[in-house]
């Protein structure tokens, strides 16, 4: 399969190429030429199938061209070393939870996949990569554990200082080896556009082989696509048979987009709803037509606090730049910190649910926007745990911290601090070889 700039100045690429260069030439994103719509019969057997047997089909459909199979399969299953259950937390309303892989955020799915991909293809020429991520939380722990001693591949992680909690810091500073944290002084956006800056700067790029592991590149969004397909497998054995709308904690809009794909290859969701925090860009422009991105404010669900969701080009894309079409499948709700500090507690006392500050954002969309028929799923991206120091003064207890976490609170802090002006960073990345 070949793979297009969604700005459609670049030449079409194959999957590899892709993967490897992250953004286009025309510092457009990827996008595959076809979205092939599964069988009927898929669906109607879905229940009966296990977690890696719907994915494997599913990145068939994507990758089956330029993968053997065999090697595919290997990804997958290597990927998907953990579970995605979902969680009834009352009636008419699931929890998708996306928490149980190795740091404990959705992104351990992507970034597992990107770094096995990404590794196969540079495999092929005894190459070497430096990855490039910007992270205003669970991107850059998923991202640096996934790709922790992958041979000849180089991670570095931009932070923005002050931004993220102590344990989500803690998961990528620690760790050394192939890994490099970088504290930038500023947002995300920050860190987004310096990261984006390196791809089209052409003396860095006759130097370094870069990729990003951000949701821009192809490998790191297209697999979240599985958990999607596996909750609506997950529903139907619960006998929810009723029309499905799911709602996405929505950031740089990876996560959306790739439950986009899914309903395209025909997965039975009656609609999206994408929960945003006070960073409401997304909402404002379902309301207006008119996408005006502005800079991020710190909020208490910070890997959400995205002022120009990358992935927004690819929604664009997806639905042909028509606003009424994206309304159709997608609709929008804004949270600001005091309402998520009330969602939390209350959800906790009336269901028993404790929900971190970016699902409550998600389970709230649904809890307002479920009609008559509907049954709703949301995303709970993170345990609560990653936000101990947020969630514990909202519901008046401790939140207990999994050993996973607590391990990486031994750690020591291994970061650079560096100003958000790009010849500097510039200058970061040169001196290193």
């Known amino acids: 399969m070949k793979y297009y700039s969604t700005n459609h100045t670049a030449p079409e690429v194959a999957l590899g190429e892709a993967v490897v260069r992250g953004l286009a030439p025309d510092k457009g994103l990827y996008m595959p030429e076809r979205i092939e719509k599964l069988p009927r019969s898929f669906y109607d057997g879905i229940a009966s199938m296990s977690f890696h047997e719907i994915a494997c089909r599913v990145a068939e459909a994507f990758f089956g061209?330029?993968?053997?199979?065999?090697?595919?399969?290997?990804?997958?299953?290597?990927?998907?070393?953990?579970?995605?259950?979902?969680?009834?937390?009352?009636?008419?309303?699931?929890?998708?939870?996306?928490?149980?892989?190795?740091?404990l955020a959705f992104k351990d799915v992507g970034a597992r996949f990107m770094a096995r991909m990404l590794s196969h293809f540079i495999g092929r020429d005894n190459g070497r990569v430096t990855v490039l991520v910007a992270t205003s939380g669970d991107t850059g722990s998923a991202v640096a554990n996934g790709f922790l001693g992958v041979e000849g591949i180089d991670v570095v992680v931009l932070y923005p200082k002050g931004k993220v909690s102590e344990i989500q810091e803690k998961q990528f500073t620690t760790l050394g080896r192939n890994i490099t944290a970088l504290e930038i002084d500023g947002t995300f956006d920050d860190c987004q556009r310096l990261v984006k800056s390196a791809f089209l700067d052409r003396e860095l790029n006759e130097r370094f082989r870069l990729t990003s592991a951000n949701s821009i590149n192809v490998a790191r969004f297209l697999?979240?696509?599985?958990?999607?397909?596996?909750?609506?497998?997950?529903?139907?054995?619960?006998?929810?048979?009723?029309?499905?709308?799911?709602?996405?904690?929505?950031?740089?809009?990876?996560?959306?987009t790739a439950g986009l794909f899914a309903k395209r290859m025909g997965l039975p969701v009656k609609r999206f709803i994408a929960a945003n925090n006070s960073n409401d860009i997304f909402l404002q422009y379902l309301i207006t037509g008119v996408y005006t991105p502005r800079p991020s404010v710190a909020t208490l669900a910070n890997a959400m606090d995205v002022g120009d969701p990358s992935n927004f080009v690819r929604v664009l894309d997806l639905y042909g730049q028509s606003i009424d079409a994206i309304r159709?499948?997608?609709?929008?709700?804004?949270?600001?910190?005091?309402?998520?500090?009330?969602?939390?507690?209350?959800?906790?006392?009336?269901?028993?649910?404790?929900?971190?500050?970016?699902?409550?954002?998600?389970?709230?969309?649904?809890?307002?926007g479920l009609q008559a028929g509907e049954t709703g799923v949301f995303l709970e991206t993170a345990h609560p745990a990653k936000f101990k120091d947020t969630v514990e003064p909202i519901i008046g207890q401790p939140v207990a911290v999994p050993q996973r976490l607590a391990e990486f609170m031994k750690g020591q802090k291994l970061s650079v601090r560096l100003p958000s002006d790009f010849d500097t960073f510039k200058r970061f990345l040169s001196d290193r070889q």
Do not use: W
């Open 223 to 256: 697999p979240q696509a599985f958990y999607y397909f596996n909750a609506y497998a997950q529903m139907r054995r619960a006998g929810e048979n009723g029309e499905i709308v799911v709602s996405v904690p929505s950031g740089n809009f990876g996560n959306i």
């Open 328 to 368: 159709a499948d997608i609709s929008g709700a804004r949270y600001s910190d005091d309402r998520i500090r009330s969602i939390l507690a209350d959800t906790l006392k009336r269901t028993g649910y404790l929900l971190d500050p970016h699902g409550a954002c998600g389970y709230q969309a649904l809890k307002e």
């Open 65 to 103: 061209d330029d993968i053997e199979h065999e090697t595919l399969r290997k990804i997958v299953c290597d990927t998907l070393s953990f579970e995605t259950p979902v969680v009834r937390v009352e009636p008419g309303i699931y929890s998708l939870e996306l928490f149980h892989g190795p740091t």
